[in-house]
């Protein structure tokens, strides 16, 4: 699975809830930031550019002049000497991990962004300002799903879907029935069969096919891809 593949997948997810949740609706700005949760765990690139607009208008980015920055006026030559995009994050000497590295914030000249919830969007909008809440992933893809099929993209339902349990569901199910039981599952496969995700030629191949599900041998994988 290419990186591309998951860049192109959030991408179309944020356009897809964007198109087909009211506005004002801030389970929207949720569901964003985890699709970006979803994204940074894999080697994918800074993508968020591509829909900025929408990010901006469901209140997930924060975004103003590079002078508004509370630290401006301590490091206006370092800021004013920003010629291009810049995470702003910085290490300690005895940091090696860079886990939520635009805690804060990146700078794409003149404008400075700040993502709701870290560190920097909270110096800005107040210690009180709600940030996003947690969302379980499966139900993040349910309403991708659902969204979707709304939408009539059946290509991006089988996207997801084809993904298989050990993405989406996450945790060690150890029977059908368990995986079967397990909240947003039947409801994602009930999308899949209505709008036939699952009939889908995909771009990737990502779907295994018949012979392969019979040399894996895995009840779990076999259940969750043959629908009919």
Excluded: K
């Amino acid at each position: 699975m290419s990186m591309h593949y998951i860049e192109d997948l959030v991408h179309c997810s944020i356009e897809v809830l964007d198109r087909r949740f009211p506005d004002g609706d801030d389970r929207v700005r949720d569901l964003i930031t985890a699709l970006y949760e979803f994204q940074n765990d894999f080697d994918c690139s800074h993508t968020q550019h591509r829909v900025m607009d929408i990010l901006i208008r469901r209140g997930h980015t924060l975004r103003v002049p590079v002078a508004e920055h509370p630290d401006y006026a301590e490091r206006r030559e370092f800021f004013d000497g920003i010629t291009g995009f810049t995470e702003l994050r910085e290490f300690d000497e005895d940091e090696e991990e860079f886990a939520g590295a635009l805690e804060d914030g990146y700078v794409d000249p003149p404008w400075l962004h700040a993502e709701a919830g870290t560190a920097l969007w909270r110096r800005m909008a107040g210690p009180d300002a709600p940030g996003p809440r947690p969302v379980r992933f499966l139900d993040v893809v349910v309403a991708v799903a659902g969204a979707a099929e709304r939408d009539g993209d059946v290509e991006l339902i089988a996207d997801w879907w084809a993904l298989g349990h050990h993405v989406l569901v996450g945790g060690h199910p150890f029977s059908v029935e368990e995986l079967s039981e397990t909240p947003g599952v039947e409801e994602l496969r009930a999308i899949v069969r209505r709008t036939g995700a699952h009939h889908v030629e995909l771009r990737d191949g990502n779907r295994p096919d018949d012979d392969e599900l019979a040399r894996l041998d895995d009840e779990l994988t076999t259940w969750w891809y043959q629908l009919d």
